[in-house]
């Protein structure tokens, strides 16, 4: 199969770290002044929602996007919703992408397709990009139930309504529930196996569709990123522990775009 040249992407998924505001915008300032210049791609920091404006203001002036971790199900953009940021509030903050429907949000928030799919629409309305997160469990892993897993979780793109005018607007984020922040990783055969299968199941949904970069997450590190990045495959990482530390994370990001060179 020809593969689609696409944009390359590591992201740093901060989850609920770190525990201060002071120690957030420390590493987004030791970010900041790592020479990311030659970098052929993008490099993206997603904040806890508390650190985002102290992190978009630091990133000002620099090759570094910000975005957010999640937005609201509501398409008010405003309301009686405890707990929620829409998306046009991220948006009016500065942020540029949003993740949707990590394992960590599907697992402990218990997030309905419907609400992914409210999700992705609010935020494309909204002009943020999606970052879609998919990925299996080790159960539906060890009975070779992958594929089918995941072409279920893709499949709510069909119901996403106007996805046709915002096609450049949508990163796949492969993660198997299994590889995050347990130090195991799938051989990258597998990877690119599942990349090649997901790339032909936007195919059948739509021809731009199966341009969005498909990006692997789960336990990268310094130390492995160099064997994803050199599969054709594999046009990213998402990197949740090994983000948080700035010079593992610029070690990091340097080794991907250099091998994609
Ligand atoms: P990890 O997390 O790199 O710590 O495994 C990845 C993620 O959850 O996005």
Redesign the pocket.
Known sequence: MQKVIKSNWVIG?WKSNPSSLTQAKNLAKEIKAIDFDKINGQIMLMPTNLHLTSVIDEMQNSKVLVGCQDVSFTSDTIGAYTGDCSAEQMQAIGAKWTLVG?SERRTYHQESEKQLIAKIENALKNGLGVVLCIGETLEHYEKNQTLNVLQKQLSILKEVQKLENNLDKLIIAY?PVW???TGKVPQVAEVENVHQNIHEYLLTINANLAKSPILY????NADNVETFAKSDWIDGV?????SLVADKFASLAKTFFATKK
Request: glycine content about 34%; cysteine-free; aromatic content about 0%.
């Open positions: 998924n990590h993660e590889a995050i922040g997450g789960g336990s990268v998402l990197v949740g522990g090994a």
